[in-house]
């Protein structure tokens, strides 16, 4: 017995999908339907249900009456035959988590669009993907990782999974598509593109298989891994990726993308491969891997977990080593990228405030519902947690004297949480570091991880022969990670980032204790001018460099419709901006840790 699901792009300039699900045996008591409050790998309550135009149920060609229970749940009346659920469902969510429709494409998140058949989610389903009508997507081919069962390779048909949960973790694109192919360790695997975005596939595939190919042989190829798909859209703004089973949602600059007689990897393709290294072991730590709040969970309501550092902080961390162990990018190229995180880190001064636990437990109502009070109040459980991960790769190859690594660590994760199943309970990781390693852990994972002190990242750094530098911001384009001459940085803070906004130029974020929030700026007031000249998104930079430290000044903005003028009192800025490089003069021991520790 199988669920039989069916979507239709229905209506594309409406943005509405008109969705069937076919019960053979409803519940006699009446069967319900949930649709999902959450997508997995996304923490935070979204309520699919909302984009729920219309909904109603039938038997045999006869109207079934049907009673909404609460925000997400429907429950039909009992029937004995053969029940169908009919739903319109509004799809303009452009994002790796939604669903999106227009007279251009179709795409698709499961949890978006499929409601479950309540006590019934073991039972095997099958999803007819139909054309829509008329002639709008005429020249569309379908992009799944889902199981063809009499659909054409990329075409319109019937596809199968092996359970509900299954169902919802294949994301589908439709539309005018450019695709490529290639084998990884054996394994056939594709990336199909949506957007004007010409590139360099073949080079593209090269490179995707290289980079495939080192996460494979890192953990090993998970027994039900018999094919991967990337989806990538490539547009004029935006970044992002969703982890699957099978496969990965992608958005990403078309400029990312490698034209045909690139060599090198330039910035924006190193951008685009360690998006693809973050997402593909993704496919390992979070699908396979996983809390165990998150595995029991029905996504009707929040998974409360303290280890998403683990699942985001590690695989943050693993992205770009992987790119340098595969050999795409470079050392320089590599501590530039570290630097890059620890500058991201250190700009805000939530690390002070809120621990990794705190900020994994907390996902739900503060990482994914970010204001302007985030950098002051939160940590990024990414970020922090790909630099515990390598605080805590460099302190178990320094203490077991290169005998072990995280490396290990995670071969054993893989065999007792991965292989098995299992889902990782809260203290899982911690025990399992200690069991490898025999090192006692518990102050490190103490202060790092549920503690919100400094990471000794400069030590440990060291004691690899990494040199790790700080100096401050040059401008707003300034990322970290490379060193700057000193005369380029301005001599003074503002303490506040602004943002153009509508023509005007808005106090965006503004930071606890400095210049800004010392004279009274709030995060929404709108700059007019600064030393009675007009401050602007363009010239703030050049105008700061005109001041010193402990000027006094006038600055003048708009709150709502009211003018202020207010004094503003400048500091030195901080040094928050990493750059890291080789020491070149380390003993043949330290030298070899760092060649361990980069290589793999």
Same mark, same amino acid.
């Given at each position: 017995?199988?669920?039989?699901?069916?979507?239709?792009?229905?209506?594309?300039?409406?943005?509405?999908?008109?969705?069937?699900?076919?019960?053979?045996?409803?519940?006699?008591?009446?069967?319900?339907?949930?649709?999902?409050?959450?997508?997995?790998?996304?923490?935070?309550?979204?309520?699919?249900?909302?984009?729920?135009?219309?909904?109603?149920?039938?038997?045999?060609?006869?109207?079934?009456?049907?009673?909404?229970?609460?925000?997400?749940?429907?429950?039909?009346?009992?029937?004995?035959?053969?029940?169908?659920?009919? #739903? /319109?469902?509004? %799809?303009?969510?452009? $994002? =790796?988590?939604?669903?999106?429709?227009?007279? +251009?494409?179709?795409?698709?998140? *499961?949890?978006?669009?499929?409601?479950?058949?309540?006590?019934?989610?073991?039972?095997?389903?099958? #999803? /007819?993907?139909? %054309?829509?009508?008329? $002639? =709008?997507?005429?020249?569309?081919?379908?992009? +799944?990782?889902?199981?063809?069962? *009499?659909?054409?390779?990329?075409?319109?048909?019937?596809?199968?999974?092996?359970?509900?949960?299954? #169902?919802?973790?294949?994301?589908?694109?439709?539309?005018?598509?450019?695709?490529?192919?290639?084998?990884?360790?054996?394994?056939?695997?594709?990336?199909?593109?949506?957007?004007?975005?010409?590139?360099?596939?073949?080079?593209?595939?090269?490179?995707?298989?290289?980079?495939?190919?080192?996460?494979?042989?890192?953990?090993?190829?998970?027994?039900?891994?018999?094919?991967?798909?990337?989806?990538?859209?490539?547009?004029?703004?935006?970044?992002?990726?969703?982890?699957?089973?099978?496969?990965?949602?992608?958005?990403?600059?078309?400029?990312?993308?490698?034209?045909?007689?690139?060599?090198?990897?330039?910035?924006?393709?190193?951008?685009?491969?360690?998006?693809?290294?973050?997402?593909?072991?993704?496919?390992?730590?979070?699908?396979?891997?996983?809390?165990?709040?998150?595995?029991?969970?029905?996504?009707?309501?929040?998974?409360?977990?303290?280890?998403?550092?683990?699942?985001?902080?590690?695989?943050?961390?693993?992205?770009?080593?992987?790119?340098?162990?595969?050999?795409?990018?470079?050392?320089?190229?590599?501590?530039?990228?570290?630097?890059?995180?620890?500058?991201?880190?250190?700009?805000?001064?939530?690390?002070?405030?809120?621990?990794?636990?705190?900020?994994?437990?907390?996902?739900?109502?503060?990482?994914?519902?970010?204001?302007?009070?985030?950098?002051?109040?939160?940590?990024?459980?990414?970020?922090?947690?790909?630099?515990?991960?390598?605080?805590?790769?460099?302190?178990?190859?320094?203490?077991?004297?290169?005998?072990?690594?995280?490396?290990?660590?995670?071969?054993?994760?893989?065999?007792?949480?991965?292989?098995?199943?299992?889902?990782?309970?809260?203290?899982?990781?911690?025990?399992?570091?200690?069991?490898?390693?025999?090192?006692?852990?518990?102050?490190?994972?103490?202060?790092?991880?549920?503690?919100?002190?400094?990471?000794?990242?400069?030590?440990?750094?060291?004691?690899?022969?990494?040199?790790?530098?700080?100096?401050?911001?040059?401008?707003?384009?300034?990322?970290?990670?490379?060193?700057?001459?000193?005369?380029?940085?301005?001599?003074?803070?503002?303490?506040?980032?602004?943002?153009?906004?509508?023509?005007?130029?808005?106090?965006?974020?503004?930071?606890?204790?400095?210049?800004?929030?010392?004279?009274?700026?709030?995060?929404?007031?709108?700059?007019?001018?600064?030393?009675?000249?007009?401050?602007?998104?363009?010239?703030?930079?050049?105008?700061?460099?005109?001041?010193?430290?402990?000027?006094?000044?006038?600055?003048?903005?708009?709150?709502?419709?009211?003018?202020?003028?207010?004094?503003?009192?400048?500091?030195?800025?901080?040094?928050?901006?990493?750059?890291?490089?080789?020491?070149?003069?380390?003993?043949?021991?330290?030298?070899?840790?760092?060649?361990?520790?980069?290589?793999?």
């Amino acid at each position: 017995m199988a669920h039989r699901y069916s979507i239709i792009p229905s209506d594309p300039a409406a943005h509405l999908f008109e969705v069937r699900v076919t019960v053979e045996k409803p519940d006699p008591e009446g069967q319900r339907f949930a649709m999902p409050a959450w997508i997995p790998g996304s923490y935070m309550i979204r309520d699919y249900a909302r984009n729920v135009v219309s909904i109603r149920a039938e038997s045999g060609g006869v109207d079934v009456p049907l009673t909404k229970t609460d925000k997400s749940t429907w429950s039909a009346a009992n029937s004995e035959r053969e029940l169908t659920l009919v #739903l /319109e469902v509004f %799809a303009h969510d452009e $994002s =790796v988590r939604g669903a999106h429709l227009d007279t +251009t494409h179709a795409y698709f998140n *499961g949890p978006c669009v499929f409601p479950a058949v309540v006590g019934q989610q073991q039972e095997a389903c099958e #999803l /007819e993907i139909l %054309a829509p009508y008329g $002639s =709008v997507g005429d020249d569309w081919r379908v992009a +799944t990782s889902m199981n063809r069962a *009499g659909a054409e390779e990329y075409g319109f048909g019937t596809y199968t999974a092996a359970d509900y949960d299954e #169902l919802i973790d294949h994301p589908v694109e439709i539309g005018q598509l450019s695709i490529g192919e290639f084998e990884a360790a054996g394994i056939p695997h594709a990336i199909a593109i949506r957007g004007t975005a010409p590139c360099d596939m073949a080079r593209l595939c090269h490179d995707l298989k290289t980079l495939c190919e080192q996460h494979l042989s890192f953990l090993g190829k998970p027994d039900d891994l018999d094919r991967y798909l990337f989806l990538l859209h490539a547009t004029g703004s935006g970044y992002g990726g969703l982890e699957h089973r099978w496969s990965s949602s992608l958005v990403c600059l078309r400029d990312c993308l490698p034209w045909k007689g690139q060599e090198e990897v330039d910035e924006g393709y190193r951008t685009l491969l360690g998006l693809v290294s973050h997402e593909y072991f993704h496919l390992w730590n979070v699908k396979r891997i996983r809390p165990a709040a998150v595995a029991e969970s029905d996504l009707t309501t929040e998974a409360y977990t303290e280890l998403l550092w683990v699942f985001e902080g590690i695989t943050s961390y693993y992205d770009d080593l992987m790119l340098l162990r595969s050999g795409l990018i470079g050392e320089a190229s590599y501590l530039e990228l570290v630097g890059r995180t620890i500058t991201r880190m250190q700009r805000g001064a939530g690390r002070t405030r809120q621990s990794v636990a705190e900020s994994s437990f907390d996902a739900w109502i503060k990482l994914y519902k970010r204001d302007a009070n985030a950098p002051n109040a939160i940590v990024s459980y990414y970020v922090k947690g790909a630099l515990i991960s390598l605080c805590l790769d460099l302190k178990i190859r320094q203490e077991t004297k290169g005998k072990q690594s995280l490396d290990d660590v995670m071969h054993a994760v893989w065999e007792r949480y991965g292989q098995s199943g299992e889902g990782m309970p809260e203290g899982g990781f911690e025990s399992l570091c200690v069991e490898i390693t025999g090192l006692d852990l518990g102050d490190f994972f103490d202060a790092a991880v549920r503690g919100t002190g400094e990471l000794p990242l400069a030590a440990l750094l060291r004691s690899h022969g990494v040199d790790l530098n700080m100096r401050a911001t040059v401008d707003r384009l300034d990322k970290g990670g490379t060193k700057r001459e000193r005369a380029a940085m301005p001599p003074v803070s503002l303490g506040a980032t602004l943002l153009e906004k509508n023509g005007k130029v808005e106090f965006a974020e503004v930071a606890n204790g400095g210049p800004a929030e010392e004279a009274g700026v709030s995060p929404g007031d709108i700059a007019v001018a600064l030393d009675g000249l007009a401050l602007t998104h363009a010239n703030v930079g050049q105008r700061l460099k005109r001041f010193r430290p402990n000027d006094k000044m006038s600055l003048v903005v708009f709150r709502g419709d009211e003018l202020l003028t207010l004094k503003i009192v400048f500091e030195a800025p901080p040094e928050d901006t990493a750059w890291l490089e080789l020491d070149t003069d380390v003993d043949v021991h330290v030298e070899a840790r760092r060649a361990a520790w980069l290589a793999g």
